[in-house]
């Protein structure tokens, strides 16, 4: 499980097939068009996060979300 700090991070069009970011701290970090699929996002600080036309399913169960924009577009808020 990677822990680090991507505040701000441009992970724009990153392949992050497989990826365990559980705990990471991304807020603020722009994942427009990265490949999500089967990352996995558990316990991660994803505050005001862009994942806007992200590819896959990446598992976002646990995951802390405030005002963060999803593959969809659609902003999602569950632990603000």
């Known amino acids: 499980t990677f822990r680090g700090i991507l505040v701000r991070a441009n992970l724009s069009g990153a ?7 559980g ?3 991304l ?16 316990f ?8 806007r036309g992200a590819r896959g399913t990446g598992d976002f169960r646990d995951a802390q979300l ?7 577009g659609r902003v999602r808020s569950t632990a603000c």
């Open 15 to 21: 392949n992050l097939t497989n990826a365990d970011l």
């Open 23 to 25: 705990s990471a701290n």
């Open 27 to 42: 807020s603020r970090a722009n994942l427009r068009r990265a490949t999500i699929a089967d990352a996995y996002f558990g």
């Open 44 to 51: 991660a600080l994803l505050t005001r996060a862009n994942l």
């Open 66 to 72: 405030c005002h963060t924009t999803m593959a969809g």
